[in-house]
């Protein structure tokens, strides 16, 4: 067998294993939390990966279902190496029983729909004649069918798209957003969700925002919901979203949340290119994720590292078609720091297409994991990118080795390989990673060996491994500019070279891009690379 039939046969047995980790995890249910890690049942942290599926915009249903088999868009997320859906929902769904009790035919006509309709009679009749409710819980029942596990999202009150900073949904008092109801509506929702054990967790509402944010209500009415979910649920995990659209839990620094119950609190936070307007549009990368991944960390990110409760980045995402240049910078800052923290997660969005969306049908969504026709996925690559973060780094039931880093290379989800001491470094799947230790010295040594990463002392040269002998000076590797995402050594004639990727995957040292940082257009993210703590090659 050659050797890249080899690797390919390698390759094959691994996805096909990994696809396949998957259902174990939803058997051990409820979920709970230990520190910051989410836990099954056996105290073996469980890391979500998840989609956004959402049922929250005018027609009040799960999207898709006018183009493919409810059954097959869930065995996809599947497929696609998600475990979990975070599923969305209007408070009107279950307190406004008019609308509730609509059935979906009657949900697309009144919108004038006529044409997803057809399309939904034509791949899911079955759903056609249910009430937008009952079409909720038989969506949950595909889902459980095919071994996802649901967290159910109060996305808005009003069936429609979110979020505005002035659309009557944003924060407790809002012309749209009365405490009462949403916490009977939570309630209501929290005891439905009984009946199916796959509903993990319950997040409150959707992106706090506008005028009337203030931090003692979020504080008042947030263990309010906190408690009336748990009361009527025992068993889901509790969900809270920070202020200022999801970005903001820095209030918890000093004041910490007071609820009844334990290890079931959970924080999701949202982050996306944009949630820092155009910056990473304009701006120099490595300065960006430098100033950014710290304002984050110091925001919401202290919450898993300081204060031991698990966060969920239950949204993030791109365009998917790489067109826009803020999202392609800030999608590999995001990796480092997703990797790094091992976070859980839930990409923005699984559609393909809305039925209606801001007025428009059929709507487009540029983010979306499925394209258009919900078909096929619609960029491999970038799915293939972000399933690196899919298994965890480590937490409770995953050591599986000693503690140790792997070196990861956000851009292409890939880590610095494992193999015989001979020939080049390459990347590989970071199942496949070499376990480094990250010296005092400022070595990179193989874990428990006196091996090290070396250096050509040339651009463009491969980096060998040497024996690193007492007395005698190692190659040091440095982490430097603004993103601290550069690993720097001494080239022979004393300038700095930086680990780099040429186009065949080899790792090589190579003369450090953008370091200045003047030229928003120079892109560095082929030599950013992150030591990740990992018990788990
Ligand atoms: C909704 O349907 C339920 C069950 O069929 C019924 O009891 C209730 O009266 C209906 N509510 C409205 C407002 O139509
Ligand atoms: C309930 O839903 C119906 C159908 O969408 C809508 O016409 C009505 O205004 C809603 N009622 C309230 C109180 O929101
Ligand atoms: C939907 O309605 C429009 C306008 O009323 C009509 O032209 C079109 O043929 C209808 N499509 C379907 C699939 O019924
Ligand atoms: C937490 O809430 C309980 C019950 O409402 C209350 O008795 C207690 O004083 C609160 N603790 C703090 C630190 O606010
Ligand atoms: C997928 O994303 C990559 C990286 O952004 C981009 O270069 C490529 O063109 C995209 N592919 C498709 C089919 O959109
Ligand atoms: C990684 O491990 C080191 C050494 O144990 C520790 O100081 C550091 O905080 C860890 N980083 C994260 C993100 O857990
Ligand atoms: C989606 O399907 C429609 C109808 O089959 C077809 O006309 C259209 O070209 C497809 N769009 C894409 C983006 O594949
Ligand atoms: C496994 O890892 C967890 C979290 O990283 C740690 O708390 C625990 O002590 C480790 N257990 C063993 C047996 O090493
Ligand atoms: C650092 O290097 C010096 C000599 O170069 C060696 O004596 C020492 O043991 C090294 N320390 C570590 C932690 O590797």
């Not at 697309?108 to 909720?136: C, K």
């Not at 078909?375 to 995953?398: E, H, S």
């Not at 005698?472 to 720097?488: E, I, N, P, R």
Request: net charge neutral.
């Amino acid at each position: 067998m050659s050797s890249s039939i080899c690797i390919l046969f390698i390759f094959m047995v691994l996805y096909i294993l990994s696809v396949h980790v998957g259902p174990a995890e939803a058997t051990f249910l409820p979920l709970s939390t230990e520190s910051r890690w989410i836990t099954n049942g056996y105290g073996k942290r469980v890391k979500l990966a998840c989609v956004n599926w959402p049922s929250h915009l005018e027609p009040v249903l799960a999207e898709g279902l006018d183009k493919q088999l409810a059954y097959y868009i869930s065995a996809r997320v599947r497929l696609m190496g998600f475990n979990c859906v975070r599923f969305t929902w209007p408070l009107e769904l279950p307190l406004n029983e008019t609308l509730g009790n609509l059935t979906v035919k009657q949900s697309f006509q009144r919108l004038g729909l006529n044409e997803s309709l057809a399309g939904i009679e034509v791949h899911n009749p079955w759903i056609v004649d249910l009430p937008l409710m009952t079409a909720y819980e038989e969506m949950l029942a595909v889902m459980e069918r095919k071994g996802l596990m649901v967290i159910l999202d109060n996305h808005v009150t009003t069936p429609g798209w979110c979020c505005g900073l002035n659309d009557g949904n944003g924060f407790f008092g809002d012309e749209y957003f009365d405490p009462k109801m949403w916490i009977k509506g939570l309630m209501k929702m929290a005891r439905m969700a009984q009946k199916f054990p796959n509903v993990i967790g319950m997040s409150l509402r959707n992106e706090l925002r506008g005028p009337k944010s203030n931090v003692d209500d979020w504080y008042k009415y947030m263990e309010q919901g906190a408690e009336a979910v748990h009361s009527e649920n025992p068993n889901v995990l509790v969900i809270l979203s920070g202020m200022s659209f999801d970005k903001d839990f820095s209030f918890l620094h000093n004041r910490p949340v007071n609820v009844s119950f334990s290890n079931k609190l959970v924080f999701e936070l949202h982050w996306y290119s944009f949630s820092n307007g155009n910056a990473w549009k304009t701006g120099d990368s490595n300065k960006l994720c430098g100033q950014i991944t710290a304002s984050m960390m110091d925001s919401a990110g202290f919450l898993a590292k300081e204060k031991g409760y698990p966060i969920f980045v239950s949204e993030f995402g791109v365009d998917m078609a790489g067109k826009n240049v803020g999202d392609n910078k800030f999608l590999s800052c995001f990796m480092a720091a997703a990797a790094e923290q091992d976070w859980d997660y839930a990409v923005w969005a699984l559609p393909g297409s809305y039925y209606f969306r801001q007025g428009t049908k059929d709507m487009d969504e540029s983010y979306g994991l499925m394209n258009h026709n919900w078909t096929a996925v619609r960029n491999i690559t970038t799915l293939k990118r972000i399933n690196a973060l899919r298994l965890p780094f480590r937490g409770p039931g995953w050591n599986r080795t000693v503690q140790h880093k792997v070196i990861f290379h956000p851009l292409t989800g890939l880590c610095v390989e494992k193999r015989p001491v001979k020939g080049p470094l390459r990347l590989m799947p970071c199942q496949m990673s070499q376990m480094w230790t990250y010296t005092a010295n400022k070595t990179l040594e193989i874990t428990g060996t006196h091996y090290v990463l070396g250096s050509s002392g040339k651009a463009e040269k491969m980096v060998p491994l040497t024996v690193s002998l007492p007395h005698q000076k190692a190659t040091q590797w440095d982490m430097v500019s603004d993103s601290k995402l550069h690993l720097a050594t001494k080239a022979e004639d004393g300038s700095e070279l930086c680990l780099d990727v040429d186009r065949y995957g080899l790792v090589i040292t190579n003369k450090c891009k953008c370091m200045d940082g003047g030229d928003p257009n120079c892109d560095p993210a082929s030599q950013w690379f992150k030591l990740v703590n990992s018990t788990m090659v």
